[in-house]
Structure formats: C-alpha cells, structure tokens
C-alpha cells in the first residue's frame, strides 16, 4: 500500500465511532482554534497574530492563550491565510479545536532539488488529475511556457496539498493547496480508489469519512452503499447508511430553506414534493411538511384576495370606480407573488366589516398595493389619484424630453395624492421604469445591454444575468463585476452565476443566493492595465445606473467586484465612491496611483481582499496598504491562498457568499460626519454632498501622473448636528447639499453652513421639492433613497 493515513494513538478501530459526531475514527487531530468574527462568520485553523502583513506567519508559534499586542489576527486553515483586524472583526476565538480530520498521504517523487517557485503566472494548459493524483501544469514563464509536473501530497475534507515532482526536464519545488470541492468528482473518486484498494475495509470507510467531513452526503453514501456490497457480513454498516440519509436529507433541507429565503417559489415548491423520505428523521419530515402547508396557506391568501377584492368591486355603485377596480384587479393578478401579499394585510383585515363601505375597502387595496399596507387609507379620491400619480411617476422617469417632464410634474402636483410623502412611497414599490428587453417574455434571464455614456465617452456595454424566478417587484442584491486583460466580461458571468447550461442556463453560486449579476464590458481593444480614468468610471457608474433603470436591484446592496486589472479598478472606484457599496471585493489588485492616496475613504465600505502567496510580488506590494485597512475602523479581510498565483480563485466562492450575505453587510447609512479625499474633479459626490470646481492644485489628471511633488489630495468633509444643522468643509468653487427625512427633519427650521457660513435661507423653511425628488430618481436612479430637496451655493 503506497500511502500513509494518520490513525488514533492505539491505531485501534472502533465501529461505533461511525455513528457518533460524523464519523470521526480513523483520523488525525487537528490543531487549531475557532475564531467567531462578530459578522458572524466562523474561521478554523491554526491562529496567529501579527504585527504586519509582511510579516512571515512560520516565523511565530504562539502558545495556547498567548495575547501579542498586534493588530492582525491570521487564520490558516491549510488551504489559505485568512488576515482579520482583531479590533473590529474579532469576538472571539476559542482555542483547542478537537475536530479529527481524515489526512490521506499518498506517496509522490516529490521534488526536494531545482529552483523554487517563486511566482506563478497564468495557466496556458492544465490536465486533468489522473488515477495517481498526478497532472501537468504548464504556465507562462518570462522565457516561454513551463510545464510542471504535480502530485498530490495530502488529500484533506477541505485542501489537498499538490507538489512539484521529479522526472519533469526542470524540477520545480511548489507546494500549492487546493479545495477538495474543486476536484472533479470522478477524478477524486479514481484517486482514492487508486489509494486504497477495494478490499480494504477500514480504508474504504476512510474514504466514507473524507466525503463526509466534505460535507458530500451523495458521494458518502454511494460509497458507503458500495462497502456495504463489498462486506456484506458488515451489519453495522446499516445503520450507517441511515445517518447517512439523514444529513443528506437536512442538507437538502437547508438549500430549499436557502432557495425560499430568496423568492425562488417556483423551485421549491417543485423540490418539496420529491423530497427523500426513506431513513429520514421524521423531526425533517416535519419541517418539510411546514413549508408544503405554508406555500399552501400563502396561495390560499392570495386566491381569498382576489375573490374579495373581485366581490368589493362588483359593490361598487359608481362606474368609473369600478372600471379603475377592475383595473387594480388586473394588475394585481398578474404582478401579486408571495413576496408583496403584505401589500394586501389592511385590506383583508377590514374586508369583512360590514360597517366600511365597498369604496373604502377598495381604497384600503389600492393604496395598499401602491404604497404598502402600512400606508394604505380608505379614501377612494385619494387611492385613485396615487393610481394616476404612479403612472405619470413612471412615464416621468422615462421621459428624455425637459419639456415633457415638466408637464408630467405639473399634472402630479394637480392630483391629490402627489405628494413628495406619497411619492417617495411609490418610488420605493415601483418596477423599474424601463421595461425588460423582449426575450425576457421567453423566460431568458441573460441580457447583453449597451447604452450611450456622456462625451467623451460615448458607447458602453454590460451583461446582466438574473437570478430564478425574478420578480421586479422584489429586490435584489447585485454583483457588478469588471474583467481583467485577456478576459473577456462573460467569463466574470461565469465565474459568480456559473457557466451556461444548455436547457438551465446559469445555475452557479449567484443563482443559488438570489443575487442579479451585472458584468460590466469596460476594457478598450488591447488595453493591458486600468488608467484611473473617467472613461472607466463613466462606464461602471454608467452601467450600473442603466441597469438601476431596467432591473430591481437593492441599491442597499450592491458589492463591486473585479479580477486582475478589474482588481484595481474596483479598489480605486470603491475608494473613490464610498457611499455607493455594501463591499468592494478586489481579486488580485494592486494598490497604484490613487489609491495609496485615497486609502482614507476605506472606513466608509468593507473590503474582502483575494490574493495568492505567488502571483508576482503582489502580497509584498500591498503589505503596507493592507496593514492600514486591517486596523480598527475598517472592516476587512485579506485571504491569501497558499502556493497560488493568477487565477480565478473558485475555491473563494462560497465563503465570499457567507461574507456578503451577512446580516449587516449593507451599504453604511449616510455617516454623522465624513472627511473622504479626492483628486480627481469627477471624484466629487459622497452621500449629500456634491461639489464642483476642486482646487487645481490637488487635481492630477490620470495621463499626467505622477504627481508634482507636494500634491496632496484635497479633504472634503460633511458632518450633522443634533440641532437639524448641516455642515460642509471643502475648497471647491460649487455646493450642493441634498437633503433626505432619513436626517433631516423638513417640519423644523434647518440651517446648512458651508466652511462656517451660512448658505441655507433665513427667510423660510425648506421644504420637500417634487421636481428635485423625481430628477434625483431618474439620474441617480437610486428609488430606495431619493434626496427631497437640495440647496446650492
């Protein structure tokens, strides 16, 4: 037998360990710690605490319990480096984990002479893993492609550690680590196999035991199924199998959970019916059988409306009021999902009292359903007024001409339900103004958009793909991901939502949380690196308010996301537009030009940093810019892949979902007082404060960097006292300060100040401006936030 497996000290089997805590026998312990990061996510692994970046993490072995006075804890969990700030991200770290992890060691002619491997630059050619867990590599070198032969090492739940080998014309040493979920099932399956030898039983339940801590319940009991044909005087194994089935039934539990957590109905209420029965604990049935009665109580709710609201209608004694409930009715039944049935809640409440009238009741609906149950009124004028208002809102924010928005604005403030109160209700419940492409009456949910930037910048491109069951009246979170140099934007598709399916389409991670991917086309012919341009920001703002237009995206939760030279274009526009990102995700960034400069604006969003220990001298690079955004005040994680360079990094993919599924990772509410930096004159909106004219000694052009010696950014700053009073402090030539009830209160006296002086009026009150909420809508395009009125100076 050719490999080594870590057993328990007395080497001693012991079957009843099979069922007890996952089947834990027949493994090795594994020393670490469990560190609960106060987002609630959970690391395990070996902890260490560091003073740097840079600091070399072999160098320190801490003992048990040992507090250093350093900022940065790093987890190493095998597979990567996991960096956190201790102030801001850690609650707690529990030492001793006592996991027993299966480690299998199969034997390779590793290579212990040749050159190291000091950067691993883009794969040209990679070959599958053969029965020996070997393949080739070959990657491109300064002098010409390099072809490498690797070797797995150590096979674990979740890494397997892959070397260099002898016998190739160049022997390289290269320890690299991979995610055990990302071999290929059958190639796995043939390399254990190959491992250990079909007649061996405690080997075979090792493999059992390796699928399980992988959390592959399918491919466990497969396996185990098949030991039990092998050795059938085996009994026990029974029982096995039946724990088996139990945790894969609550895993699938746990997706169709996942999947109805995010408003895709249509695919649960296909999976429920087929659920597993067999072997599976009747506390899961249960829970099974709860969401079936719920999906029926929810469509029994909606079939009740529908008949009540019909039967209201038919009460009502005018014509025209029963032609516009019709209508209602119409509407209703084509747009009403489980999702927005709250909207119905006021009237059902009151639709059996026998002391409102039909119009009141159809009033409670209407209103309901245009501005939320919480919201709704029995007055019939004022519910078919909001009719007419949502309807001209719309037609107001498609309208191009200046003229005929003008009309439009007009004919709102003549209705009665045209309030800037009511209409910000609206904005908010509202689809998306622009209508869907045509194909999406196919059910295609892939779009290849293109609209006109403003001059110079002319045409621009994007991808969209939405997730299952779409539904503009639900909100979405929002993937905007920008290609590196030598990818193409459909790659950046495939990598969060999943290749194509020919009958499925999409199917990847971003499919299963919910999430619309927004792949931005940004990169000029040949262009090679990101040139800080307006060009490109134009192009990733641009897209993303054109797609704010056409698809219901949570403008709460939009993440910013790019790879390689889309990296740094996503660090340099998060930095530059802090208020506009629930995260900002760089993979493989380097921090250049503005960035070092604008690093300050980092505690406005939270970063998650991807990297490999050997893509060039990137981690050695940015040592000193990661090393300020993991002090306290700014939430990030950097992870750094062991012995990986210029990749993709799929392994990444799940524990990026938990990251930006947290509960509180949302965009951050305008602040009580800010200070960001800008060099740039299109880097001059953030939250309220817009401004024009920055000083020109502290503006650097793109094309003319680097910079004179001297130049320093110019500080713009905004703060709110408790007295209803706004401050702003900058040296730009303009002023505009929009306003929002989110933190101002437009039912006292306001005072606004610009560097100490006065810029509101004295003379009245400022009030709630209707032409400034609908343009604000239809240019920042943001309907869950309109400003509401705005003073300039």
């Not at 022997?171 to 690299?176: A, S």
């Not at 200046?402 to 209705?415: K, M, P, S, T, V």
């Not at 609206?426 to 045509?438: C, M, R, T, V, Y």
Request: proline share 6%; with cysteine; glycine share 8%.
């Amino acid at each position: 037998m050719w490999f080594v497996a870590d057993c328990l000290p007395n080497g001693c089997f012991v079957i009843y360990r099979l069922l007890i805590f996952c089947l834990l026998s027949f493994a090795t312990l594994a020393q670490g710690a469990t560190v609960r990061l106060n987002d609630g996510r959970v690391l395990k692994g070996k902890v260490i605490t560091l003073s740097g970046v840079a600091d070399d993490p072999n160098s320190t072995d801490p003992k048990a319990g040992e507090v250093k006075v350093a900022p940065i804890l790093l987890v190493d969990d095998g597979l990567r480096r996991t960096y956190v700030g201790k102030a801001i991200d850690v609650k707690e770290v529990i030492e001793g984990d006592d996991a027993r992890v299966v480690r299998l060691r199969p034997w390779q002619n590793v290579a212990e002479h040749g050159g190291g491997m000091m950067s691993v630059g883009p794969s040209l050619a990679i070959e599958p893993w053969d029965k020996f867990g070997r393949r080739r590599f070959v990657m491109q070198a300064p002098d010409g492609p390099l072809s490498i032969i690797q070797g797995m090492t150590e096979i674990t739940p979740d890494y397997v550690r892959v070397e260099g080998l002898t016998g190739a014309r160049r022997p390289i040493q290269w320890d690299m680590r991979l995610a055990t979920s990302s071999i290929p099932r059958d190639q796995l399956s043939a390399i254990l196999h190959q491992l250990i030898k079909d007649d061996d039983y405690e080997g075979r339940l090792q493999i059992v035991q390796l699928y399980l801590q992988s959390e592959r319940y399918v491919e466990a009991a497969d396996e185990l199924d098949k030991v039990g044909k092998d050795f059938p005087d085996r009994e026990e194994l029974g029982d096995n199998l039946r724990q088996l089935r139990q945790l894969s039934a609550r895993s699938i539990l746990r997706e169709i959970e996942l999947r109805q957590s995010v408003g895709q109905h249509t695919l649960v209420k296909k999976l429920l019916p087929r659920f597993p029965s067999e072997d599976v604990a009747g506390e899961t049935l249960q829970q099974v059988r709860e969401i079936l009665t719920e999906y029926d109580q929810l469509e029994a709710r909606k079939q009740l409306f529908f008949s009540k609201l019909s039967g209201e209608i038919e009460k009502l004694a005018d014509a025209s009021h029963q032609q516009l409930g019709k209508q209602l009715l119409e509407e209703v039944k084509t747009d009403l999902t489980y999702d927005t049935l709250n909207r119905t809640a006021s009237f059902m409440q009151l639709v059996d009292d026998e002391a409102m009238t039909a119009e009141r009741k159809v009033a409670l609906a209407m209103s309901g359903w245009l501005l939320g149950s919480t919201q709704a009124l029995d007055n019939f004028g004022v519910a078919a007024s909001l009719m007419q208002v949502r309807n001209k809102v719309v037609e107001y924010l498609r309208e191009d001409q200046a003229a005929r928005r003008a009309q439009i604005l007009h004919d709102i403030n003549e209705l009665e339900g045209g309030t800037p109160e009511r209409v910000a209700e609206i904005l908010k419940l509202i689809k998306p103004p622009e209508p869907l492409p045509e194909d999406a009456k196919k059910g295609i949910r892939f779009f290849d958009m293109h609209l006109e930037l403003p001059a110079p910048s002319g045409p621009a491109r994007y991808l969209v793909q939405l997730p299952p069951d779409y539904d503009p009246l639900r909100h979405y979170p929002t993937i905007l991901t920008l290609n590196g140099h030598g990818y193409r934007p459909e790659l950046q598709l495939d990598y969060w939502a999943g290749g194509p399916h020919p009958t499925q389409g999409r199917i990847g991670q971003a499919m299963r949380h919910g999430y619309i991917v927004i792949a931005v086309d940004w990169l000029e012919p040949h262009q090679a690196e990101y040139n800080y341009s307006l060009r490109e920001h134009q192009a990733v703002l641009g897209s993303l308010r054109d797609a704010m237009r056409r698809f219901s995206i949570d403008t709460d939760r939009v993440f910013l996301t790019g790879h390689g030279i889309g990296g740094d274009a996503a660090w340099d526009i998060g930095l530059a537009h802090p208020d506009l990102w629930a995260g900002v995700i760089p993979f493989l960034a380097r921090s250049e030009k503005y960035t070092p400069r604008y690093r300050d604006n980092a505690s406005h969003v939270d970063w998650y940093f991807v990297d490999g220990e050997l893509n060039g001298d990137n981690i050695e690079h940015n040592a000193t810019q990661w090393d300020f955004y993991l002090r306290p005040g700014i939430p990030a994680t950097l992870v750094e892949y062991r012995g990986r360079g210029f990749e993709p990094y799929h392994d990444e993919i799940q524990r990026l979902f938990d990251w930006m599924s947290s509960p509180g990772r949302r965009r951050r509410l305008p602040p009580a007082e800010f200070e960001v930096k800008s060099m740039r004159p299109w880097d001059n909106f953030f939250w309220w404060l817009e401004v024009e004219g920055l000083p020109e000694r502290s503006m650097v052009a793109p094309e003319t960097w680097p910079p004179d010696r001297g130049t320093r950014p110019t500080q713009i700053r905004g703060r709110m006292y408790e007295t209803n009073k706004l401050g702003v402090f900058h040296q730009a030539e303009r002023t505009t300060v929009w306003l929002s009830p989110d933190f101002v209160d437009f039912q006292q006296p306001m005072e606004i100040e610009k560097n100490g002086t006065r810029i509101s009026p004295r003379d009245r009150n400022i009030e709630p401006d209707l032409r400034v909420m609908l343009e604000d809508a239809r240019t920042r395009c943001d309907r869950l936030h309109p400003y509401w009125a705005k003073v300039t100076d």
